[in-house]
């Protein structure tokens, strides 16, 4: 009995506090630590720095190196005082906290020789602690039920895809038959047609250099008349003054053909003979002769008399009726008609167009352009079942989870709007930014590989190679991943240049929730005495 009482007289000087529930250990101590106070020894610094009389524990003097022996008081500067908070939270705090007029432990045991008003607020503040924990192991209950949903879907897609497959590989083994065969056929009848179409080929290209010759011929004689029409006195020369008597070459329209003017149709030179004028004269001369030769309009027979009196000729002031006969007159710009106008009968004209073959070549062309056809189409039937056996093939060698949870994610786009940019992410695609206010997307990183820690893979995507910077890296967006009962994007922030961070929750990592049940204390049922 005396060894009990001094026992409790002890501890009451170390700065302990005594109730009926708790343990005895000294003010500021966790019950995890209480086997290293004991009264009946000296005191042990928990460092090993030294020993002390255990009187000297909580004695407002720092005595251990790692302030362990001062767990209730502020002495010393790197110590650390245990908030017991019966009914709520246990908590640690720095010893420096202890007695400084603040209430940081919700049970006062901090405060107890300052003249705050501190009082006990643990039972209200576990209750409302384990009202959040409750709701919250409600929400991840229910995101975790929904994930076990997630993963149903997601087996149930897989094992469609792979059904899939095996259908898409026999309908393209049954296409790539079929376009065989159809092959086969188009050879068959192309031979043919190619052999009926030779001759009709030869015919064609014959008609076309008949037609060239004709055309080049056509051009030359109606160069020759030209120059023969231009050249004044028939010399087989052109020069300076024969084109300065001709108002067609006024190029400026000032009434007067200057040497200049004329020099330019004669390529900077004084003379130009036929040679020259065929190969490089005609040519320039062309466009403004003829344009002004459709500019004259012969008179009729029916005008007026005065109507029958042909323009004067450049140069032909002064001469008489006579002289006017021998010179250049109407005959002078009698041309051949242009070429434009070739005077062909509309009915040959629109054969020319649309060719006609005999009715047994015809059959053939018409059997080879129906085998044609019948092999794109088949063609086009091998490729489009090769193209989605591929896109089924890719998504199945996509990563979506330990259990497939992620798989009904692909194919979803889920958005995020701040005040000056939509963002979108498509899972297992892309990840893109809009401006608010304009047009086009950012591409911020296309689909990389899950980025998460060992311990926990599946939290974190990586969306590498979007656009690049300008004077910058290529983006980056980085999605974090959380529980939540619905899959949507919470935020999106620019931590570092072209470094994008997502915030995203889903119940496909939501985990089955522990119990919390248990006697009023800690959230999960704990009190510490």
């Not at 059959?363 to 086009?380: G, M």
């Amino acid at each position: 009995m005396k060894f009990i009482l001094a026992l409790s007289m002890l501890c009451l000087a170390s700065g302990a506090v005594v109730k009926a529930a708790e343990v005895l250990r000294p003010r500021g101590v966790a019950l995890s630590k209480a086997s290293f106070y004991d009264p009946t020894r000296d005191f042990n610094c928990l460092d090993g720095s030294g020993t002390i009389p255990f009187a000297y524990v909580n004695d407002d003097y720092c005595d251990c190196q790692d302030g362990s022996d001062e767990p209730g008081t502020s002495a010393c500067p790197n110590g650390f005082f245990h908030c017991t908070n019966v009914g709520h939270s246990p908590l640690n705090i720095p010893s420096s906290r202890v007695n400084d007029g603040v209430c940081d432990c919700c049970d006062a045991s901090d405060e107890y020789a300052s003249v705050s008003n501190c009082v006990d607020t643990c039972r209200e503040l576990g209750r409302a602690a384990r009202e959040e924990a409750a709701k919250q192991q409600e929400e991840r209950l229910k995101g975790f039920q929904m994930r076990q949903s997630m993963i149903e879907e997601g087996r149930k897609r897989k094992k469609e895809a792979e059904v899939k497959i095996d259908e898409l590989k026999k309908e393209r083994e049954e296409a790539e038959a079929a376009r065989n065969e159809k092959e086969e056929i188009k050879k068959l009848v192309e031979e043919p047609e190619k052999e009926a179409l030779e001759k009709y080929n030869a015919i064609e290209q014959e008609r076309k250099a008949k037609a060239d010759a004709e055309q080049k011929a056509k051009e030359e004689a109606e160069a020759r008349e030209a120059f023969a029409h231009l050249d004044n006195d028939g010399d087989g020369i052109l020069t300076v003054a024969e084109l300065q008597s001709r108002q067609t070459f006024d190029t400026n329209r000032d009434g007067e053909v200057t040497a200049e003017e004329a020099k330019f149709y004669l390529r900077q030179e004084e003379t130009m003979d036929l040679e020259t004028f065929l190969v490089s004269g005609w040519p320039m001369m062309r466009p403004t002769y003829k344009m002004d030769q459709r500019m004259f309009v012969p008179p009729t027979t029916e005008a007026p008399a005065e109507a029958l009196t042909p323009p004067p000729v450049p140069g032909s002031e002064g001469k008489d009726e006579g002289d006017m006969e021998e010179d250049d007159g109407i005959e002078d710009y009698d041309l051949p008609e242009d070429d434009d106008a070739e005077d062909i009968p509309k009915e040959e004209e629109e054969e020319e167009i649309d060719q006609k073959y005999d009715e047994e070549t015809q059959k053939l062309v018409d059997a080879a352009n129906k085998a044609r056809e019948d092999f794109d189409e088949a063609d086009r039937r091998v490729r489009d079942l090769t193209r989605e056996l591929r896109s089924l093939e890719e998504t199945q060698e996509k990563d979506y989870g330990p259990e497939e949870e992620f798989r009904v994610m692909d194919g979803d786009c889920y958005e995020y709007t701040d005040r000056e940019y939509t963002y979108r992410l498509c899972p297992f695609d892309k990840a893109v930014q809009k401006p608010k206010s304009g047009h086009g997307e950012i591409r911020l990183g296309q689909w990389g590989e899950w980025s998460g820690p060992e311990e926990d893979k599946y939290s974190r995507m990586k969306y590498t190679s979007g656009q690049t910077c300008w004077n910058g890296p290529a983006r980056s967006a980085d999605v974090h991943i959380y529980c939540g009962v619905e899959t949507k994007l919470t935020g999106v922030t620019e931590p570092n240049r072209c470094e994008y961070l997502f915030e995203m929750t889903t119940p496909a990592v939501c985990t089955k929730p522990e119990d919390i049940s248990g006697d009023e204390g800690t959230p999960h049922g704990h009190t510490e005495l």
